[in-house]
């Protein structure tokens, strides 16, 4: 895919988007979950903040204010990637297979008494 790669902070996982999807979508592409409810950009459950790249949105108003947006606030569920991004967002969870992965092995080393 081309595009643009997302660095994840703390947790540095890493995604690939591209100009045409929001990053909450991307994320979720990739097997990872951030937090969210509207997806229309007003209840900012997905706030998130930017430490470095660009973002668009193509909503009027995408519920972060101007000053917010000057310190990188971002709202995945409605942003859109112009740039290789660094996001700090603590409250990401990664639910793709490696997320699973110990589970798995807790089900398939299971024994009878």
């Not at 592409?29 to 430490?51: E, F, V, Y």
Request: hydrophobic residues 40%; glycine residues 8%; neutral net charge.
């Amino acid at each position: 895919m081309s595009g643009f790669e997302v660095l994840l902070l703390p947790a540095g996982w890493r995604f690939r988007t591209t100009p045409d999807t929001p990053l909450l979508l991307a994320a979720k592409a990739a097997g990872i979950r951030m937090p969210s409810s509207c997806r229309n950009g007003t209840c900012r459950s997905c706030l998130c903040q930017m430490r470095s790249g660009e973002v668009s949105y193509r909503i009027e108003w995408p519920g972060v204010a101007s000053d917010e947006q000057a310190e990188g606030w971002i709202l995945p569920c409605v942003a859109y990637a112009e740039s290789d991004l660094e996001v700090h967002a603590p409250q990401a969870q990664r639910i793709g297979p490696e997320a699973a992965e110990p589970e798995r092995r807790l089900l398939t080393g299971a024994r009878r008494a």
